[in-house]
């Protein structure tokens, strides 16, 4: 908490093969852990926390692959993110396994993302539990081709906490799992419950009731099982 450069914990960009393991990480001004560009980044048994009262000055993201390939994140903990605790965006063959998210704005949130495997996990306490969004004006268009199972998904009714602007300042308190704008999404095997707004939604990008200016953007969920 006390660093003098940069925003990021850690910062990993245009690298192969690492994997992060037993340590805990805390309290930086920005992302605990943000990985750019990498093929096969593993998250194995770490605990990325802000501490304290969850508060918008927290970073954004706690564990924040982007732009991977080959990602997997297991045994993880990930708290106090005014974003996402455990988030993976713009990335392609991921499994997010046997962690747990809790007093974050989403707890796991999949976007832009492709062939993703979510499950035996426990996201409670956030304000939504676990998102899985197509969000538009990005490099990747789109997402296609994820999974969510063997999940418990509870009481994911904390204060959205998110500063003005986030568009998960935007997912209403209370949001077990929420679909946004993607295609080609399985949820099964759940236990989602407790969660006061609506325990699992499907919306389109409308729902945010912002402007679409990009023009390869498409704004509506589609083969949702």
Not at 44 to 66: F, M
Not at 94 to 103: G, H, P, Q
């Amino acid at each position: 908490k006390d660093q003098i450069e940069g925003s990021e914990g850690l910062k990993i960009i245009n690298s192969n093969n690492i994997a992060l393991i037993d340590f805990t990480i805390e309290d930086s001004k920005g992302d605990l852990i943000k990985v750019e560009n990498t093929n096969e980044i593993q998250f194995i048994n770490i605990k990325a926390q802000w501490t304290g009262k969850p508060k918008e000055s927290n970073g954004a993201y706690g564990l924040y692959p982007v732009n991977c390939t080959n990602v997997l994140i297991d045994n993880c903990i990930a708290i106090g993110a005014s974003d996402a605790g455990i988030y993976v965006g713009q990335s392609k063959e991921i499994v997010v396994k046997n962690s747990e998210a809790y007093f974050n704005v989403a707890g796991i949130e999949i976007e832009n993302s492709t062939n993703a495997r979510v499950y035996n996990n426990f996201s409670h306490d956030n304000s939504g539990g676990i998102l899985v969004f197509d969000l538009p004006d990005l490099p990747v268009k789109s997402g296609k081709n994820v999974a969510v199972y063997n999940n418990v998904v509870i009481e994911n009714n904390y204060r959205n906490f998110a500063p003005d602007g986030n568009v998960v300042a935007s997912v209403p308190s209370g949001t077990g799992i929420m679909v946004l704008a993607t295609s080609d999404v399985e949820i099964y095997n759940n236990k989602i419950y407790n969660n006061k707004t609506a325990n699992t939604c499907i919306v389109s990008y409308y729902i945010l009731e912002e402007p679409i200016t990009d023009e390869e953007y498409y704004p509506y969920p589609s083969s949702i099982y």
